[in-house]
């Protein structure tokens, strides 16, 4: 069983600041990489950043420049630097993992239970 704690979220002004965290747990191999996704009210879940386990990031169009993305793979963490937020980027923020398994050649992937961040004045 694999369990992805996330942390962090919660109400902020346009314009500020916040840190998500996620830790993961459980019987895993590997992490082939963790990252963050989002879905706001009415929206498809979507893609804000990812990390593999050699350090490559990628992030949505929408946050470059404002998020940063980072992790530690012994500490099976990752975390989400948010700045300048925007009302748009109010949404359930989920932890992703993508892993795998000695015995198998697919890679498996995890959620965890989402964190609410809301950008509001």
């Known amino acids: 069983q694999v369990q992805l704690v996330e942390s962090g979220g919660g109400l902020v002004q346009p314009g500020g600041s916040l840190s998500l965290s996620c830790v993961a747990s459980?019987?895993?191999?590997?992490?082939?990489?963790m990252g963050w996704y989002r879905q706001a009210p009415g929206k498809q879940r979507e893609l804000v950043a990812r990390?593999?386990?050699?350090?490559?990031?990628n992030y949505d169009d929408s946050v470059k420049g404002r998020f940063t993305i980072s992790g530690d793979n012994a500490k099976k963490t990752v975390y989400l630097q948010m700045n300048s937020l925007k009302p748009e980027d109010t949404a359930v923020y989920y932890c992703h993992l993508e892993t795998s398994y000695s015995w198998s050649d697919r890679i498996y992937d995890y959620w965890g239970q989402g964190t609410q961040v809301t950008v509001s004045s």
């Open positions: 459980g019987n895993f191999d590997g992490i082939f990489a």
């Open positions: 990390r593999t386990s050699g350090g490559s990031t």
